[in-house]
């Protein structure tokens, strides 16, 4: 097969534009070049960004972002985070009998501060202790 843009050697490709699906017989450099001008086309509708700014930077727009490029998106968080399902940055109800020792760990780095502030290195070492200790029975190891 020839590219029916170029005339090189091609590969047959599956293509899904304006509702439509064909198939189109390109090089890979062609197809690159379609797929790429595609992606820059699209932009996000609430913040404006482009596919190809996020893969520049690595960064999102806006939370619309994630919606309008999840496609593209999910398998790149999938791979960071391991799972796209969102848990939040706090425990919640069914955190169980770990959420106390949340609590405390919080109010232990709330001291820690106070003491580092202060420069009570001592305090803030027995503090740091007991916070690794926390973090231990958080993860189910031996304390």
Partial sequence: MVCTQCGRPASKYHIAAGGKEYDAVLCPECYAALTAARAEARRCPSCGMALEDYRRTGLVGCAECYRFFRRELTPAVKGIQGGTAHTG???????????????????????????????????????????????????????
């Fill in 89 to 143: 940055k706090t425990p919640g109800a069914d955190a169980g009998e770990n959420y106390e020792l949340f609590l405390e760990r919080a109010r232990l780095r709330g001291r820690l501060e106070e003491a580092l502030r202060r420069g009570d290195d001592r305090e803030a070492e027995r503090l740091g202790e007991a916070i690794r200790s926390l973090n231990k029975a958080i993860r189910g190891e031996r304390v």
